[in-house]
């Protein structure tokens, strides 16, 4: 039976292939979805920090400009829940966790919402969960917005240092 | 995960239209779980509450039984918490006509075909406010409290606010 989440992407790098400084899914957006599904396993690094984002513009430029506003909701085994927000910033913010121990790997799921429309801003909403090998578990609810039209054609995940291991799936929903 | 969504029902509008329904005729029971994607949400007025209503046999459930929770993101304030018991209708954020101000919610629909227990229904998503600068989501679930079985959904605006064109719903079941 045909279905309709279909996949586009997946980019995979494990504990032998050396590190990045940042996962970058280039043209992976296009007129055939509105909607995408990310999914990112085994968010490993060698520095415990938080998954943040940038999206990428027509010429393939990454958005580096105050643009974005978000709100997440950082819930922990450990402590107190944490609410990470902005306004007006350069990134997205606070969407996962990336964990420094070879157990304490996070992952995250994402919805990004009309990327490509060139009159929309582009959205997005997901959760998250890691490991704070130090205190315990981390679990995120987010939503983002990029706060201007125009067309984008992918997205950035970053760190706090290199990333050691993740891999990343992205699907289009048709 | 993969090939895991099929799509049952969509309404992509190219008219302004006060009510929208997903599934009725085109429901398909044999699905344990469904997921809605509304898309590009607005509304031909500001300050419209985005809501809806489960169907039971095509026609919409009006009755004061809908009891939800939400947990209020946004990125202007402390976030909230609301919940609502015997209400006759589930909702989303305010939508209107402000430049940005576009709905998107991801709703997963449970226990719909199941007539002798309640259906719920997870609710998740992101709005833009022009008025704060901010994004902003209820995120959280409904239940319908009467045991009945239901086969899609109707979304309206408040204060008979229109849906403006564009506004995109879509339907899946989920696959086994």
Redesign the interface.
């Known amino acids: 039976m045909a279905t309709n989440l279909e996949f586009i992407k997946e980019v995979v790098l494990d504990a032998s292939g050396g590190s990045d400084t940042k996962i970058v899914l280039q043209n992976i957006f296009s007129e055939k979805y509105e909607n995408y599904f990310i999914t990112m396993t085994k968010i490993g690094s060698n520095i415990d920090y938080y998954v943040w984002s940038r999206l990428i513009d027509a010429s393939d430029n990454e958005i580096t400009g105050s643009e974005y506003a978000y709100a997440s909701e950082q819930l922990k085994s450990y402590g107190t829940e944490y609410e990470g927000k902005s306004t007006g910033t350069t990134n997205w913010n606070f969407m996962s966790w990336v964990g420094s121990g070879d157990e304490d790997s996070g992952g995250m799921s994402l919805y990004i919402h009309n990327p490509y429309d060139a009159n929309s801003y582009t959205f997005a909403t997901g959760e998250g969960v890691g490991y704070y090998g130090t205190s315990g578990s981390v679990g995120y609810k987010f939503i983002g917005v990029h706060k201007v039209e125009e067309r984008i054609t992918g997205i950035t995940f970053n760190g706090a240092s290199d990333y050691s291991e993740f891999i990343v799936k992205v699907y289009g929903i048709k | ?7 049952l029902d969509e309404k992509i509008l190219s008219s302004t239209t006060a009510t929208v329904d997903l599934g009725a005729s085109n429901w398909d029971s044999s699905y344990d779980v469904y997921q809605v ?1 509304v ?2 949400q607005r509304f031909d007025a500001g300050n419209n509450v985005f809501n809806y209503r489960f169907l039971a046999s095509g026609s919409p459930n009006e009755t004061a039984n809908y009891d939800s929770a939400y ?1 209020l ?4 304030a ?2 909230g918490r609301v919940g609502s018991v015997d209400q006759t209708h589930l909702r989303g954020s305010v939508a209107g006509t402000g ?2 101000e ?1 709905g ?1 919610y ?1 709703l997963y629909l449970y226990n719909f075909n199941n007539s002798s227990e309640y259906s719920s229904v997870v609710q ?5 406010d022009p008025n ?6 209820r ?1 959280g679930g409904g239940v319908l409290t009467v045991d009945e079985a239901h086969n899609g959904l109707r979304f309206f605006g408040s204060n008979d606010a229109n849906f403006q064109v564009g506004t ?1 719903f ?1 339907l ?1 079941g989920l ?1 086994k």
């Open positions: 995960m993969a090939g895991s969504l099929v799509l994607l898309t590009n947990r993101l946004r990125a202007d402390t976030y430049t940005g576009r998107n991801i998740k998503g992101a709005d833009f704060t600068n901010s994004v902003i989501s995120t995109s879509k899946y696959k």
